[in-house]
């Protein structure tokens, strides 16, 4: 429109001309939403590839640490006492989650292991966890004991009959199932005959036979029960060895017996009498113990006192919190051949960890 010969401006645009200045300014407007499009889909994309690296990351942690569990779980009998420090005694490997692990377990001394796992997925640097583990060596603990009566500082010894540990290093007479090999090179070794002591005291709520396993947790891990009264000894029907009976305590003294191999690990969860009868292997008191012409070969390991009369005999090692009474026919002879045989049960064998720590790479 022309007003007096001057045309009509807005925003100092001829009105004639601001339609294409509307297109100029939507063209713009596009232009500037695309490109934040864009930058949203980039960062989309980034945060998603982020995203799928932290569950790569967290699943193989997690992988890791289920090869760590795994392998703690796994039985390795005799393979363990045979690996040297440093060097593997279990390997293992599989997946899960969609990552997969391998473990392994690696001695670091006679009785603390490294249980290391190894966790990848998504193409990742692979990652490692780990776990400080303990398990029970009957030589270590039989070194660390290195007497045949123990108890605490306090409690009360009264020998009237034997108490003899001279012959601590020595092949017994009447040997555990397997015989002394296995453990008597091991004893010599760690051991002198100058260092054994026929009764040892020891700090209120020490457990020298036990390391840092607590009564609790050794009750825990020992499944048969006895209780109240009883004769312990070997149990057999039509020429087989009854092991599943409470009070079958295996026979020490019949060497072709069907029962001569049976040892037991039990516990009583109360007080305990015994009279007459054998037995072999590890049994474990919450409350007192007594013998009366009870021949016990192992380790007895009791909360409360052990009383021995009669004929009462044990061979191998006692470990009474509050004393030992030995009758004046009775004996404790002290065996660390027989001592190592009892702890070797697989009950009391099984790995656990120490502390809740993880170890990382």
Known sequence: ?????????????????????????????????????????????????????????????????AGVRLVLLEEFGSVGASTPPWKRAISLAGSVGGADYSAQLVRLSRELWLAEGTGSRGGIVPLKSGLIAWRLD?????????????????????????????????????SPPGGCDEWSAALDSLLSASTV????????????????????????RVPHRVSGWGTPGPVVLNGNCQT???????????????CSGHMVSLA??????????????????????VLTDTQFFGVLIVEGSVTIS????IEGV???????????NAAVLGSG?????ALASGAVRSLFTVGASWVGP
């Open 1 to 65: 429109m022309d007003r007096g010969g001057w045309p009509v401006t807005w925003l100092g645009v001829p009105i004639s001309d601001q339609r294409g200045m509307a297109l100029v300014v939507v063209v713009l407007v596009m232009l500037a939403v695309t490109a934040l499009a864009h930058g949203l889909l980039t960062l989309s994309r980034f945060e998603y590839q982020a995203a799928r690296a932290g569950e790569d990351h967290l699943a193989s942690r997690l992988a890791a640490e």
């Open 138 to 174: 009957p030589v270590a603990r039989v070194v660390s004991t290195a007497a045949a009566i123990i108890h605490e500082v306090g409690a009360s010894v009264s020998t009237v009959g034997a108490v003899d540990s001279s012959e601590f290093l020595d092949a017994p007479a009447i």
């Open 197 to 220: 002591a026929t009764t040892r005291a020891v700090a209120v709520g020490a457990n020298t036979l036990l390391g840092p396993m607590s009564l609790d947790s050794l009750m825990a």
């Open 244 to 258: 599943g009976i409470p009070w079958n305590w295996g026979d020490p003294r019949g060497t072709a017996g069907p």
């Open 268 to 289: 009583s969860d109360g007080d305990l009498v015994l009279e007459g009868g054998v037995g072999q292997g590890l049994v474990i008191v919450r409350g007192d113990l």
């Open 310 to 313: 009669g004929g009462g005999r």
């Open 318 to 328: 006692v470990r009474a919190t509050d004393g030992v009474t030995i009758g004046a």
């Open 337 to 341: 051949c027989w001592a190592a045989a």
